[in-house]
């Protein structure tokens, strides 16, 4: 069993694209711009839009953090979001989710420029990443194929089962999966599924996606399989400081010692997900 250093990668990653960047300002052009609109001061978004700030400085690019109240009207909201449109040295923005439940999401969602979309969420990047076009990928599953693409593990040809329908992770995961170039065989398994076990006991690689800790079992897993875990749930555990443990939806010590890779929670997919964003605002820069 070999363990994906998601952590290490990230950092690797990073620095790659800190190089790059340099390379830009000796070439007279300006750093990369993020820029991120956080609503109220839900933890697990100050953390989130904390690690993006930190990656940002990392990288070489300039960040810019818009904080409103959880009060902060749809309106307000959406003149940010034209305004960041419209600047020239903004190059991407995410707005930063959950939002407030008064907040209409999808309606936030489709405001941003797709050009500027590095979260890959707008329906535009969503489409043309259905059909093979040239677009920003979501984070998690851009990090993913990045992680799977580094250990040199072969997807072309092999069985890959998907848990989660989620248009952030499970949606756009097996899209990425089964695009030209990365040529997996996809299923796709959510609520509704009957048996996984039976369907995930053939798979090659399983990406579990759906906010359930300890879902996947050993008995679903095949030995040899590649197995990445995108669950972070926080589960109470008062002897940790924080006062809770972030738990993955793989059952770890049952599971690890019948695959071949393994992710680990924490550090494995979390790292990659705020790297794939630097890298997708590298490229809006570019003009990719």
Known sequence: MQLIDGKAT????KSEIARQVQQMIEQGKRRPHLAAILVGHDGGSETYVASKVKACDECGFKSTLIRFESDVTEQELLATIDRLNKDPEVDGFIVQLPLPAHINEQRIT???????????????????LSIGLPCFHSATPAGIIELLKRYNIPTRGRRAVVIGRSNIVGKPMAALLMSKGIDATVTVCH???????????????????????????????KDGATVIDVGTTRVPDASRKSGFRLCGDVDFDAVAPKCAFITPVPGGVGPMTITSLMLNTLKAAKGL
């Open 191 to 221: 609520s509704a599924t009957a048996d996984i076990a039976d369907i995930t006991r053939s798979a090659d690689i399983i990406i579990a996606a759906l906010g359930k800790p300890h879902f996947v079992t050993a008995d679903m897993v």
């Open 110 to 128: 489709e405001a941003v420029n797709p050009d500027k979309d590095v979260d890959g969420f707008h329906p535009v990047n969503v489409g043309r």
């Open 10 to 13: 990230a950092a690797q990653i």
